[in-house]
């Protein structure tokens, strides 16, 4: 078979000693437009992970490389003035011209051809090539030129960055932090070879041309590194190795992503790789690593499928299905790594303490967690769960176990919570004429027991025509507060839990169906008339139309929200939220998608927010003042035109100035129109964003489903409750159980179900040993 590899970087390379290697019969050519040994950038680096695949399948190369690089375990954060240090990590950083070097050398021991100087323009160059395996990087022509069939996504990311190098010696990966006048900057820093390191400068583009580096040349722009810098330098220079480049050596990240990765041009197969295809952060450090193990991917697929040319649509299929799953997930787990670094000026860096700050930038990327944290560096981990527990008021004796920050209690007002979990509200379609029933006692009172620090009860209706459904409850009777206060008596009888009411008004989306009949479809019969802010139908062609709310309707609502109220306090609940989310009334003020008002309520987000306003501070001046209340919000519509996660940080802030202590940080449900990008923790990254750019205290939701989960979140402070849903419906007892689980022995049971603890206690310790005991997997980068 004849392959040509364009262009001569890790992955083209790899890849045609890989197939050279499993057949020498094999034609193979890769064409760079540089000189023979000669290449630009600094150091690469990838995971012990990554080196140990190649050993599978290469264990030359692996041994050559392995001769060359710079390892370490360490992390460091130079932050405000502090240095903290975490190991574990496994690193391997190699200089980039090194490890082409030795990809190039062994290339040419199996008989690769290597043509150098010779810049191709298009795949069509090589006419007789049964596969031309296009790896010329981001700004890739043959991607260009068949964009209509590859279908790129480039997303081009707003802050930039410079490629420097020093000869500064590190014996860690170190991240340092400094703030100028206009705004922080970051250095990435990391040693390759014995002499000198990587030395990459971030900051965003409103910094950078604050401080003029726009109309700056490479050597001015070094200057300013330098003395920016020049206290972590220790008098040494910074180096640039930018002269191939055109104008600024300041760039911005590109995100590449093809929804298709090969094509047949007429003559031959052409198949992109490495960053012609896809990109990946620098943030996780993860380029190289996607373009080795491209290049793995591809060869095991040929051994699979066949290496004749007939082979090669199967090969390239199969490749692409496979292989693009694995990027995903690394490309996500990048962006949010990504992410994290451009708004750390903005949300962490005046925020959040070192301590905080150093557990917040570890797991940036939600694919390291709390007790991989632990299995990394268990030292560090439990001196941080000290601290934490600290900062929230745990008194330790010397020499005795922090409890997982999870287990941490949490105070808002004269509410104290033994823990960070609360039970999130969750329609049950089972009330009969809004009365919460010996259902609501047994489902609210069994989630009561199972540990949770809270219980909050399903959206609560303010009148009869605010219900979702005929089923749902309401708190608009005398005969309603008594049946809650039925509950909470119970609650506070039996256990230690809190208990929680949400009230709200279902608006556009009331008179439907319970779930199990057709959710958000109309009654059959017996509907009532719809409010909201503009006339809507939620599901275009069935819903009723709603009609806009006059004043005088606004009026009455209003009153009614602040009539629940009065009547939450006196069923004894602890804590009450204001329902503003998912295309409710007070919602549809809030989002533009359901607002179209030309009046002082539509218009501007000031404007949208001024009714849900007014409904809060009448409510918060009824409600008890030593007693809590949050605010639920959608912090995303999730479809183009609506609210947005900038605009939630406004909406909270306005709730904030009101006088909210929380905001409940959920999304969607307000069109059906909507693309939520789902996945576990999906909806956290809108309470991080608010709680730190907002300065309130938030509730994470969605998919968080095991205490790993809470205790990361809570943890590195994006928010400081985590509602849980779903598993609290499959198990009541699930915080129990979760303490358990994670070793955790201190949360005290109901004492009718203490008999169980032990016995719980031990099988998961032992599932725990026998994890334990097995091989240790090779780690990932942070």
């Known amino acids: 078979m004849k392959v040509v590899c364009i262009g001569g970087g890790p992955a083209g390379l ?61 992390i460091e954060l130079e932050f405000k003035g502090r240095t903290i240090r975490s190991g574990g990590h496994g690193f391997v950083g190699i200089g980039r011209k090194r490890l082409l070097n030795i990809l190039q050398r062994r290339c040419e021991a199996l008989g690769v051809a290597l043509e150098f100087e010779r810049e191709v323009e298009s795949d069509a160059d090589f006419p007789d090539a049964d596969l031309v395996v296009a790896c010329d990087g981001v700004n890739s022509k043959v991607r260009r030129k068949h964009a209509h069939v590859f279908k790129p996504d480039i997303v081009t990311r707003p802050n930039r960055f410079i490629w420097l190098g020093t000869h500064r010696r590190y014996d860690a990966f170190n991240f340092t932090f400094e703030k100028t006048e206009h705004g922080w900057f970051q250095a990435h820093v990391y040693q390759f070879d014995p002499d000198t390191t990587t030395f990459i400068v971030e900051t965003p583009e409103q910094v950078w041309r604050a401080h003029g580096l726009d109309r700056m040349d490479t050597e001015a722009s070094i200057a300013f590194c330098e003395k920016l810098f020049a206290r972590h330098l220790q008098g040494q220079p910074l180096m640039s190795n930018a002269r191939h480049l055109r104008g600024s050596a300041w760039l911005n990240f590109q995100r590449v992503r093809c929804e298709q990765w090969s094509l047949f041009n007429g003559h031959s197969h052409v198949v992109l790789m490495g960053d012609a295809v896809h990109t990946a952060h620098f943030a996780i450090g993860s380029g190289t690593k996607l373009a080795l193990e491209d290049a793995i991917e591809l060869v095991r697929q040929f051994d699979t499928v066949g290496y004749s040319p007939a082979d090669i649509p199967e090969v390239l299929r199969r490749y692409q299905a496979l292989r693009s799953v694995d990027v995903l997930r690394l490309q996500n787990a990048a962006w949010n790594a990504m992410e994290w670094f451009e708004a750390v000026g903005e949300r962490y860096a005046d ?80 009330a ?75 608006g556009a989306k009331a008179s439907t169906r319970v779930a199990w009949d057709g959710i958000d479809q109309p009654l059959p019969e017996g509907n009532w008339p719809l409010l909201s802010a503009s006339p809507q139908q939620y599901l275009e062609g069935v819903s009723q139309q709603s009609r806009a709310m006059t004043r005088a309707d606004m009026d009455q609502v209003r009153e009614q929200f602040v009539q629940s109220a009065r009547w939450a306090a006196e069923a004894g609940a602890d804590w009450l939220e204001l329902h503003c989310a998912h295309g409710y009334l007070l919602s549809s ?115 968080i489903s095991e205490a790993d989960h809470v205790n990361s979140i809570i943890a590195a402070g994006r928010a400081d409750l985590c509602a849980i849903a779903r598993p609290h419906l499959a198990n009541p007892a699930w915080t129990l159980d979760q303490a358990a689980r994670i070793g955790y022995g201190a949360l005290d049971w109901p004492r009718p179900y203490r008999s169980a603890k032990g016995q719980l206690e031990s099988n998961y310790a032992r599932e725990r040993a026998q994890a334990q005991a097995a091989a240790p997997q090779a780690k990932e980068p942070v």
């Not at 070192?354 to 390291?368: A, H, K, N």
């Not at 560090?380 to 010397?398: D, I, S």
């Open 14 to 74: 790899y890849l045609a000693l890989l197939m050279k290697k499993r057949n020498p019969a094999h034609d193979i050519t890769v064409v760079e437009r540089n000189k023979p040994y000669d290449t630009f950038g600094w150091g690469v680096v990838f995971s012990d992970a990554t080196l140990e695949n190649m050993r599978a399948w290469d264990a030359e190369t692996a041994a050559d490389i392995e001769r060359a690089f710079n390892h370490w375990d360490d």
């Open 351 to 430: 925020t959040l303490p070192p301590e905080q700050f150093m557990y917040s930038m570890l797991t940036r990327s939600q694919r390291i967690s709390h007790e991989n944290l632990r299995l990394r560096d268990r030292a560090w981990l439990e001196g941080y769960e000290r601290w934490f527990a600290g900062q929230a008021g745990v008194t330790l004796a010397p020499g005795a176990a922090a409890p997982p920050p999870m287990f941490t209690p949490f105070t808002l007002r004269g509410v104290t919570l033994k823990n960070r979990v609360v039970v999130s509200p969750m329609a049950q379609y089972s």
């Open 432 to 506: 009969m004429d809004g009365i919460a029933g010996d259902y609501h006692l047994v489902h609210l009172g069994a989630r009561a027991m199972g540990g949770a620090a809270m219980v909050f009860a399903e959206m609560t209706c303010v009148s009869a025509e605010g219900r979702i459904t005929p089923g749902c409850p309401g708190l608009y009777t005398e005969a309603q507060r008594d049946a809650w206060k039925r509950i909470a008596d119970w609650i506070h009888s039996n256990s230690d839990a809190k208990f929680a009411l949400q009230i709200g008004h279902a």
């Open 589 to 703: 003020f809030i989002s533009p998608l359901t607002n179209q008002r030309t009046d002082e309520y539509g218009g501007a987000l000031e404007n949208r927010l001024r009714y849900p306003l007014e409904v809060f501070a009448a409510v918060r001046r009824v409600w008890p003042a030593h007693l809590p209340m949050s605010v639920r919000i959608s912090a995303h519509d999730w479809v183009e035109g609506g609210t947005t996660p900038a605009d939630a940080v406004r909406i909270a802030r306005a709730f904030k100035a009101a006088g909210a202590d929380m905001v409940d940080c959920s999304s969607g449900q307000v069109s059906k129109l909507e693309k939520p990008v789902y996945g576990r923790m999906f909806q956290t990254p809108f309470s991080d964003r608010i709680r730190n750019e907002a300065g309130i205290a938030t509730i994470a939701v969605g998919a």
